[in-house]
């Protein structure tokens, strides 16, 4: 039976409270506390209930309390003020990122993300992708960057987890009502649902769109589950990464060729478009694509113009991470989308294999997204480094060190991760300037300030709030399988306030290594087992619903746990999320985190857990590469960032490294206690990490990397290739068009350098060269002296460009070139020359994937 009308039923607001929606159905209240606390005094329980969730928790008053709060004068007035303070915040217009001549109300910037994480009572992300994501949102919004976000809105979000008697993970789907929580659906003047359609296989889906007001930036999310629709199209935002690779591939159309349709459908017209990740590479050629219809653009200038305003951030350091589709599914969902570009489906195929002319190579999201950006990144020194050497393919004729991939490395929105009593100890002794300018050096210097005594008071007091979860968790855990009483009496006592607690908390993949404590038990026995000096674990975290080999490690983690020994001092808490990250980064003492190297691409939770005064133990990867001292001044590295060719060698020996770290100096410096009982070692690495960690590792500090690196560039670039009628990308696209045909004809002869019986560090080396331009005029290529010291197989390990100016032409096409470069270390030394193509609107001359060396 099927009703014949559906209504939203809300509750009867008294007037004069009504600007509660205001301030529920903004995710400001996610990083800031005074919302949440307004909210929490009117009844701290429902509050919990709610899940922090203000609309759910709304709709839950009832409607005597709702009469009691609209004649509370002391309430009005502090909700009066909290509105006040979030109308000021969104009414505040400058920014430190400046885009001239961009439309007023219109966003430069689209960020297109398969996951969001803004808050738990809106649960579209998974882990690490889709937190940095919002923070990266929060972030735009405090900086007044004008950008807008695209993603889906996934009716059962990301699994919950529930652990079986023996340990082994299940997985359910909660279905939520999108009516209970922050974000409204789009209505048009008519108050009818925005919706557009997009073609699959010669089927219509139409989609609908949900938005979530954060801070000053909308986050728009797209919703196929509508009674208009097939049930198979139903399901496409049912679950975030689920489904077989068909759905996949269906829901990264939606993402990226839809999410372009969404813009349009909203009137938005935003300059440029970031893909976090390459989940919504379509999104570049339905630019083309729209460039090409309704600019009259032909495909080769419309390539230009949207690469040239492209920004793509690749996350993953893994190749099976990459998602890549068979051609045979391809051909069925694309191609004739592939002729509406103007091409053949074997050369659009192309665009998404390293090899383009490996017929049998499956069409890759990761190569098309960096095929149609001009502005690509890692999110870490490191990652940036394995991302080139992964991709290095895709430009085979380029070094490594020269593919276009850069790196700007992962932050954190320090308000949304750092704990209330440490914020309240923040404003005291940093200022408010550690919330609105936190990438500030002066500002994080300020933390020296803090009393010792005050700053290790306030943890412990976060490190009992943590043992109080857990054990409300494990009891809650219990109850609900109906455990014996004595088995809830028991949870009541695990793990002990006082206690060095080590927190481990993270995707289960299997080379994170969450078990690698688990590598000599009887060490670490011996650890827990010490009741003078107390150690205890906490792990949390979720394996892959197809991921078998991480459920097994959870297993193994969770059975050990249980046995008898262990109980008091060892705890796995199942369904980890961002409530559970939260009590975990603000009250351990010590954030382990053990990927092998050099797997992990950033990881962002030891930069919450630093925010927070908890110290990293790590092995040299992703962030903590960057951010750890030789003197173990701010957290302990385990090992050295070695990579083995043998796992199980490498898992021993960094067992064995962290055992004996945790042995000789974490244990000792935790329990090493002065006069007043405090750790003066352990609080000065707590304070050396905020005032050296805290300016860079953030998310206003990363967003403005953006905006300096890619975000502003190639806003100038669109810009000018849109100049009168776009004449400048059609002649950009012609002179690209001219280079391909054109390049196969250079050629360099005659390099020569002067002699020396010895060189000297410093001294000049002139370098002289002919090169045949075969017809491209000089101002149109850049030749360099390619030169560095050489490692012991004669390869560059170190290597400097330096330009060479042209000079007379001496026959038949070719021209004489001449520079010099400055050898500036001992050692052995070597050059060569190189000619790249040059064109005022190409910002990066490899990105052609043209070169000519000399031979």
């Known amino acids: 039976m099927q009703p014949i009308q559906v209504f939203s039923v809300v509750p009867r607001l008294p007037e004069n409270l009504k600007p509660l929606w205001d301030l529920a159905y903004n995710l400001l209240f996610s990083w800031n506390g005074n919302i949440v606390d307004l909210f929490?005094?009117?009844?701290?329980?429902?509050?919990?209930?709610?899940?922090?969730?203000?609309?759910?928790?709304?709709n839950s008053l009832g409607q005597e309390t709702l009469e009691e709060l609209s004649g509370d004068e002391l309430f009005l007035s502090r909700m009066h003020e909290t509105v006040d303070e979030l109308r000021a915040y969104l009414s505040r217009t400058t920014s430190v990122v400046d885009f001239p001549?961009?439309?007023?109300?219109?966003?430069?910037?689209?960020?297109?993300?398969?996951?969001?994480?803004?808050?738990?009572c809106l649960p579209i992300y998974s882990g690490g992708l889709g937190i940095l994501a919002g923070d990266h949102l929060k972030s735009a919004s405090d900086l007044n960057v004008p950008l807008v976000g695209i993603g889906l809105c996934y009716q059962q979000g990301y699994f919950r987890q529930r652990l079986t008697p023996d340990g082994w993970q299940h997985e359910r789907y909660p279905v939520y009502d999108f009516e209970q929580m922050p974000i409204t659906l789009v209505k048009d003047a008519d108050a009818r649902p925005v919706t557009f359609t997009i073609d699959l296989q010669d089927r219509k889906l139409i989609v609908q769109i949900w938005k979530a007001a954060v801070g000053?930036?909308?986050?728009?999310?797209?919703?196929?589950?509508?009674?208009?629709?097939?049930?198979?199209?139903?399901?496409?935002?049912t679950r975030l990464y689920g489904g077989d690779w068909e759905m996949r591939l269906q829901q990264e159309i939606l993402l990226g060729i839809g999410g372009i349709k969404a813009l349009a459908a909203l009137g938005l017209e935003p300059r440029i478009i970031h893909m976090n990740e390459g989940h919504s590479a379509f999104a570049g050629l339905e630019r083309i694509r729209l460039f090409m219809k309704d600019c009259g653009m032909s495909y080769e200038a419309a390539v230009e113009l949207a690469a040239s305003s492209c920004v793509f951030t690749t996350h993953t350091p893994v190749p099976a991470g990459n998602d890549r589709f068979p051609p045979d599914l391809m051909q069925r969902y694309l191609e004739p989308y592939a002729r509406e570009l103007g091409l053949a489906f074997k050369v659009f195929l192309a665009l998404g294999r390293e090899d383009p002319r490996d017929d049998a190579e499956p069409f890759c999201m990761t190569v098309l997204a960096l095929r149609l950006s001009r502005f690509n990144n890692g999110v870490s020194e490191l990652h940036g480094h394995v991302s080139r050497n992964m991709w290095k393919r895709v430009w085979p004729q380029f070094p490594t060190e020269d593919v276009p991939i850069g790196s700007i490395t992962n932050g954190v929105h320090h308000p949304s991760w750092v704990a209330d009593d440490l914020?309240?100890?923040?404003?005291?002794?940093?200022?408010?300037n550690w919330r609105e300018d936190p990438d500030c050096v002066r500002v994080w210097r300020n933390a020296e300030a803090i009393p010792d005594a005050e700053l290790w008071r306030t943890h412990e007091r976060l490190r009992e709030r943590l043992v109080d979860f857990v054990r409300h968790r494990l009891r809650q855990e219990l109850l609900q399988k109906g455990a014996r009483r004595s088995e809830v009496e028991a949870a009541e006592d695990v793990l002990d306030p006082q206690a060095l607690t080590i927190g481990f908390a993270r995707r289960f993949a299997t080379y994170k290594r969450a078990n690698l404590i688990l590598q000599d038990r009887d060490r670490l026995m011996k650890l827990i087992g010490d009741s003078q000096r107390a150690v205890?674990?906490?792990?949390?975290?979720?394996?892959?619903?197809?991921?078998?080999?991480g459920k097994k490690i959870i297993q193994q983690i969770v059975q050990f746990c249980r046995e008898g020994n262990c109980r008091p001092r060892m705890v796995f808490l199942q369904d980890y999320d961002m409530e559970v990250a939260e009590y975990m980064l603000q009250g351990c003492d010590v954030w382990l985190n053990n990927p092998r190297v050099p797997l992990e691409a950033c990881g962002t939770s030891g930069m919450k857990a630093m925010a927070n005064g908890v110290i990293n133990l790590s092995t040299l990867d992703g962030w903590w590469a960057e951010a750890y001292r030789d003197d173990n001044s701010v957290g302990w590295s385990i090992g050295r960032g070695e990579i083995y060719d043998d796992p199980r060698h490498q898992d021993f020996v960094e067992s064995q490294i962290l055992y004996t770290l945790l042995e000789t100096e974490v244990v000792p410096d935790f329990y090493d206690r002065g006069h007043g009982n405090l750790p003066r070692h352990w609080v000065r690495r707590m304070k050396n990490a905020l005032v050296e960690l805290g300016p860079m590792f953030n998310s206003h500090r990363m967003v403005e990397d953006y905006a300096r690196i890619a975000y502003i560039p190639a806003y100038?670039?669109?810009?000018?290739?849109?100049?009168?009628g776009f004449q400048a990308a059609k002649d950009l696209a012609q002179w690209r068009m001219d280079m391909m045909t054109k390049w196969h004809g250079l050629g360099i002869r005659h390099v020569t350098a002067q002699e020396f019986g010895e060189i000297h560090v410093g001294e000049p080396v002139s370098v002289a060269a002919e090169v045949r331009l075969n017809g491209i005029a000089p101002e149109n290529v850049l030749v360099e002296i390619y030169s560095g010291a050489l490692d012991q197989d004669g390869q560059f390990s170190q290597r400097e460009a330096v330009e060479m100016k042209p000079g007379e032409f001496v026959e038949d096409g070719w021209?004489?070139?001449?520079?010099?470069?400055?050898?500036?270390?001992?050692?052995r030394f070597g050059f060569t020359v190189r000619v790249l193509p040059r064109h005022r609107h190409l910002l990066d001359p490899h990105s052609l994937g043209l070169i000519r060396w000399a031979e």
């Open 40 to 58: 929490s005094r009117i009844d701290a329980r429902l509050w919990r209930m709610s899940e922090n969730n203000p609309v759910r928790f709304i």
């Open 101 to 120: 001549g961009a439309t007023p109300g219109q966003p430069v910037v689209a960020y297109f993300s398969f996951e969001f994480g803004l808050s738990p």
């Open 216 to 237: 000053r930036v909308n986050l728009y999310l797209m919703d196929t589950n509508i009674p208009e629709n097939p049930p198979e199209f139903r399901q496409l935002t």
């Open 423 to 432: 914020a309240v100890l923040y404003d005291r002794y940093l200022g408010g």
């Open 536 to 549: 205890q674990f906490i792990f949390a975290g979720k394996a892959h619903p197809q991921d078998n080999e």
């Open 716 to 724: 100038q670039n669109f810009v000018a290739l849109t100049q009168q």
């Open 815 to 827: 021209c004489r070139y001449s520079g010099a470069f400055k050898p500036v270390a001992p050692g």
